[in-house]
């Protein structure tokens, strides 16, 4: 009598023998196709944009090329690869970890893409249709990334306006010249773009570190910072954990502030674009608000511990402590929207098509 698996295999023999051989993925003969193995949404946008430039690719070679062109067909095919190898190849944990905290990956999936679709510009027969409209394919792109007064683009746009947008063989290289420096203006963009949200992580680490040093010392009966949070007013001392205080004096201070800038950051998410860029620079300015509430807590503590702050002296019970590290740790909105300003000013300094063409007039 034959098992229920076997009927299942009988029945099913694609689906089983399928997820037996790769699970993953079921890729082409390019090996395009994004699988599960695709680690986010922007790596299966960009595999597909490669899979479209791989066919475009198919087809010239398909169609015949000369000898002098086909060197341009395999810096191509070089070009694809890289970038899909970037975007959704496999790869050890240690470079993906690199990948993803330096974001090194995405600039080198961008530039091989941009660099594969400049040269399959150059091998669109004259005779083409695909020819005549890739002006206003290039005009667009460079509209968005170049200023006005490029004189690549001030060239290009002159030329299709008195040939009706449509674009000759005579034409060619001038377009090539322009997509391409369309291109190095964008990946500049993503590069800034890329620089502050590491400057953003680097700032999330550092400031989380001295937070949990601070937590570190109290645990381990570190006197001096239970000092500096615990107040002596007329009823006897008072600490943020009781009278006589304790080792996680300066955690609950802490995770109060944390707390406090946590519920700050939620209410001005109302005010966060999201980004089509892949550098998740958003996240980076809400996750910078833990630690900075932590750290702002804890040392306004301090600072009224010390008198520093007029018409403030002793506060005279743990809630008093609590309630005052709550304010501090919103407090932290003061400096931290400054640098949602400024993260802002970078997203919006990144151009697609959705940005409309005006934004780069003042370029």
Same mark, same amino acid.
């Given at each position: 009598m034959m098992s229920l698996k076997g009927k299942i295999a009988q029945i099913l023999p694609s689906c089983t023998n399928d997820e037996q051989n790769d699970p993953g993925a079921d890729p082409d003969s390019d090996n395009d196709v994004a699988g599960k193995r695709r680690r986010s949404s922007w790596a299966q946008r960009t595999t597909a944009h490669v899979a479209h430039l791989q066919a475009l690719l198919n087809r /010239? &070679?398909?169609t015949g090329l000369?000898?002098?062109? /086909?060197? @341009?067909a395999e810096k191509i095919r070089t070009h694809l690869d890289a970038a899909r190898n970037a975007a959704g190849g496999r790869a050890g944990p240690i470079s993906i970890l690199t990948g993803s905290l330096t974001g090194s990956h995405i600039d080198r999936a961008y530039s091989n893409i941009h660099k594969a679709e400049v040269k399959l510009l150059k091998l669109v027969p004259d005779d083409e249709n695909e020819l005549k409209w890739a002006g206003t394919v290039v005009l667009a792109q460079a509209r968005q990334h170049l200023g006005r007064d490029d004189p690549r683009l001030a060239a290009l746009e002159g030329r299709l306006t008195t040939n009706g947008q449509e674009m000759g063989p005579d034409l060619r290289e001038l377009a090539v010249a322009t997509l391409l420096a369309a291109h190095e203006a964008e990946e500049t963009e993503r590069a800034k773009a890329r620089s502050f949200r590491n400057i953003l992580l #680097? *700032?999330?680490?550092? !400031? #989380?570190? @001295? *937070?949990? %040093?601070f937590i570190f010392w109290s645990l381990k $009966? $570190? *006197?001096a910072i239970n000092l500096l949070l615990c107040f002596n007013p007329p009823g006897g001392?008072?600490?943020? !954990? $009781?009278k006589n205080g304790g080792k996680a004096d300066a955690l609950l201070v802490e995770g109060i502030g944390a707390g406090a800038a946590a519920f700050a950051g939620a209410v001005a998410i109302r005010k966060i674009q999201g980004t089509t860029t892949p550098y998740s620079i958003p996240v980076m300015l809400i996750l910078l608000r833990l630690p900075a509430g932590a750290l702002s *807590? &804890?040392?306004? +503590? +301090? %600072? @009224?511990?010390g008198r520093f702050i007029p018409g403030l002296t002793d506060l005279d019970s743990a809630p008093q402590i609590a309630a005052w590290a709550i304010v501090f740790g919103v407090g932290q909105e003061l400096v931290t929207r400054l640098i949602d300003n400024q993260g802002k000013k970078v &997203?919006?300094?990144? /151009? $697609?098509s959705e940005r409309g063409f005006g934004n780069s007039e003042n370029r």
């Open positions: /010239r &070679l398909e000369p000898e002098e062109d /086909r060197k @341009i #680097s *700032a999330v680490f550092a !400031t #989380s570190f @001295i *937070a949990a %040093l $009966g $570190g *006197a001392q008072v600490c943020p !954990t $009781g *807590a &804890l040392f306004g +503590i +301090i %600072l @009224i511990h &997203l919006e300094n990144v /151009r $697609g």
